[in-house]
């Protein structure tokens, strides 16, 4: 199984080209799911678990690999599609997201796919598990279901948002909220979206949401014909992954229109630090995040409104 994974340059030479690659893996039932691949450090077969006492009901228990203890999670069973069956072909995906690692137990993986962003298409509304699935696409004339694992990891261990007292400086952001500006949060995810408006609405922000980059280029553009972007705007807040337009691609929009090329973005993601940093750097975002630090949120702000208002 470790040629699933091969190729880790040619994978992320398509991040910044609206297009990512996809691990297919199923529940046994027949449906077939999604995560990015580059999100997934490696596949593996079943190793032996260790239990913990009080654990989350769908963490199944922590496996030791290479020197560090991670827990197993259930995906099947953290999203309301009953527990995996244990059996020789049980399989492990070990990932990394939001700068932790974990193993989510699947039935068994079935192929990497090459796919454009725009081939990826929100879930529809009011599906039955639409709210773990942050997309849908086609495979061989088949739905396959991208799950929202931020919003598992969420309920596994529940996200922050207050912000530490003492770190902020009062008076500029109090010149914040007063200005009337406001922050465009865009991301695929609920959880990630609640997260980013439930502390930034903490320090008295207004937050516009969209759902993915194309979404959010005609908010922007919507807002750019009514005026100067930069007086209602203080930033954009951006996932990387969504379906439609990504987030580098969004960023790449937003410096070649006229009317926008100026806006402060920030790149919000649970990809890895180190490659996001290059392609901030590529395609012209102001600042890398890593998501769910209520702390690092706040202060990407501040760092924002000191330049307009220190």
Not at 102 to 109: C, D, E, I, P, T
Request: hydrophobic share 45%; charged share 20%; glycine share 6%.
């Amino acid at each position: 199984m470790s040629g699933v994974l091969s190729n880790v340059d040619q994978r992320t030479k398509l991040v910044g080209q609206n297009r990512l690659e996809l691990l297919l893996f199923n529940f046994g039932r027949g449906q077939s799911y999604a995560i990015n691949v580059f999100k997934i450090q490696e596949v593996l077969r079943l190793p032996a678990l260790t239990q913990i006492p009080d654990s989350h009901p769908v963490v199944k228990g922590v496996t030791h690999l290479r020197g560090h203890s991670l827990p197993v999670v259930d995906l099947s069973h953290a999203i309301g599609m009953g527990q995996v069956e244990i059996n020789d072909q049980t399989t492990i995906i070990v990932t990394e997201y939001n700068r932790t690692v974990q193993a989510f137990l699947v039935s068994g993986v079935e192929r990497i796919v090459n796919m454009n962003w725009e081939e990826i298409m929100p879930p529809p509304s009011g599906a039955g598990r639409a709210n773990y699935l942050t997309a849908i696409t086609k495979v061989d004339d088949r739905i396959v279901e991208i799950i929202d694992v931020e919003k598992v990891l969420a309920e596994i261990v529940p996200y922050e948002t207050t912000v530490s007292e003492g770190l902020l400086d009062l008076d500029v952001m109090a010149k914040v909220a007063d200005s009337g500006l406001k922050i465009l949060a865009v991301d695929d995810s609920a959880v990630a979206r609640s997260q980013v408006k439930e502390t930034l609405s903490s320090l008295g922000l207004e937050i516009i949401q969209a759902n993915n980059g194309k979404e959010a280029l005609d908010i922007l553009m919507d807002l750019a014909s009514k005026g100067t972007i930069n007086s209602q705007l203080l930033m954009v807040i951006t996932d990387a992954e969504m379906p439609a337009m990504d987030g580098y691609m969004l960023t790449t929009e937003i410096r070649n229109t006229e009317s926008l090329r100026d806006l402060y973005v920030v790149l919000h993601t649970s990809l890895s630090g180190s490659f996001n940093e290059a392609m901030v750097e590529k395609v012209g975002c102001n600042a890398f995040l890593s998501k769910f630090q209520p702390d690092g949120l706040a202060e990407s702000v501040q760092v924002r409104a000191k330049q307009l208002f220190g």
